[in-house]
């Protein structure tokens, strides 16, 4: 079964540099999450959309965008970075069946930054 | 982490014997799930608990929910080299929304021995 593709699965940018992260969700998902997960951490939540409308935000910082685009696919866009961006970031999608999100998420294999 | 504390952070077993894990969390919650996820991996799901639920079963694995005291189990029996991984409580929050985000606790990092 096809899952959450993420790409690229590894990222080295300078300080000040940007990056751009993409997730493919699992087709007919129609929701994407995306999470951080610092060395030893557990993922935290930055940012969400439904239907391609952001849904909820996190502790996405204002240096951080994101959107979903027509065919679903989402984007993280990280600008002036910093050294303590390094991290994993994880897409994950979901699917609404009768308006309830049916719980589970389906993660990608997440995008590793590192910030030199 | 802000919701969800584990215990304990780390656990070494002999393969065979069971592995317990704890999670307490802080605030409502429309279910609580359990997540694995092996070293610099994906996440993987494993199981949902709803929170009218109490226990609740998927082969090899067992978790239990304690609404009133706010805190959650998975027990893992019969353990495997294989089952070697981080867990993750993660809990989903009473919002009607569409989209429910789940906030992670800080995990517990399984190693079973061979």
């Known amino acids: 079964a096809a899952g959450v593709i993420q790409s690229p699965r590894h990222l080295i940018k300078e300080k000040r540099e940007t990056a751009t992260l993409k997730c493919y969700p699992i087709?007919?998902?129609?929701?994407v999450y995306w999470y951080q997960q610092g060395p030893g951490q557990d993922p935290q939540f930055l940012i969400s959309f439904y239907e391609k409308m952001q849904s909820d935000k996190g502790s996405i910082p204002d240096r951080f965008s994101a959107q979903q685009f027509s065919d679903y696919h989402s984007e993280l866009n990280m600008s002036s970075l910093e050294l303590g961006d390094s991290a994993l970031y994880f897409c994950?999608?979901?699917?609404?069946?009768?308006?309830?999100?049916?719980?589970?998420?389906?993660f990608g294999e997440g995008s590793r930054l590192t910030v030199l | 982490s802000q919701q969800g504390e584990e215990d304990p952070q780390a656990l070494s077993i002999q393969e065979g014997e069971n592995a317990t894990m704890n999670c307490s969390y802080k605030?409502?919650?429309?279910?609580l799930q359990w997540y694995r996820q092996n070293s610099g991996r994906g996440l993987v799901h494993l199981i949902l608990i709803r929170s009218n639920e109490r226990e609740k079963h998927s082969g090899r694995l067992r978790v239990t929910l304690d609404t009133s005291k706010k805190s959650s189990s998975l027990l893992i029996t019969a353990s495997r080299a294989a089952d070697t991984a981080s867990y993750f409580c993660a809990t989903a929050p009473p919002s009607s929304g569409s989209a429910r985000q789940l906030t992670f606790g800080s995990g517990t990092q399984l190693t079973v021995l061979p």
């Open positions: 087709p007919r998902h129609d929701t």
């Open positions: 994950a999608s979901s699917s609404t069946l009768a308006g309830k999100n049916t719980g589970e998420l389906f």
């Open positions: 605030t409502s919650i429309n279910n």
